[in-house]
Nanobody, 125 residues
Framework: VQLQASGGGLVQTGGSLRLACAASGRTLSGVGLAWFRQAPGKEREFVAAIARSGGATYYTDSVKGRFTISRDNGKSTVYLQMNSLGPEDTAIYYC???????????????????WGQGTLVTVSS
């Protein structure tokens, strides 16, 4: 699976962005998908995930109610809609994919073998 992330950019506090991650090489059916982010000087952290069945979504506490992860298997794309952005959301955002991943592993970066190249999100105060 090859992943290509896009949609990052510079936005003011309170603004919105929609990230997209397009997959190629195989269908996304049966593939767990996630977004992680890495801020300057910090470790990569889990942001959101969607189960391989597509029915369940998971979020880190700091983005609940603001971010929404979704998938379109027909377009082989996973999205991250980000609203009410703040400076604390500034980071490089990475999409990740793993066929057959179990639910309990969705938030664990080491569970994923396939990663996009990252897209930079900068939120100005």
């Amino acid at each position: 699976v090859q992943l290509q992330a896009s949609g990052g950019g510079l936005v003011q506090t309170g603004g919105s962005l929609r990230l997209a991650c397009a997959a190629s090489g195989r269908t996304l059916s049966g593939v767990g998908l996630a977004w992680f982010r890495q801020a300057p000087g910090k470790e990569r952290e889990f942001v959101a995930a969607i189960a391989r069945s597509g029915g369940a979504t998971y979020y880190t506490d700091s983005v609940k109610g603001r971010f929404t992860i979704s998938r379109d298997n027909g377009k082989s794309t996973v999205y991250l809609q980000m609203n009410s952005l703040g400076p604390e959301d500034t980071a490089i955002y990475y999409c990740a994919a793993q066929p057959g991943i179990i639910t309990s592993s969705l938030g664990v970066s080491s569970s994923y073998n396939y990663w996009g190249q990252g897209t930079l999100v900068t939120v100005s105060s």
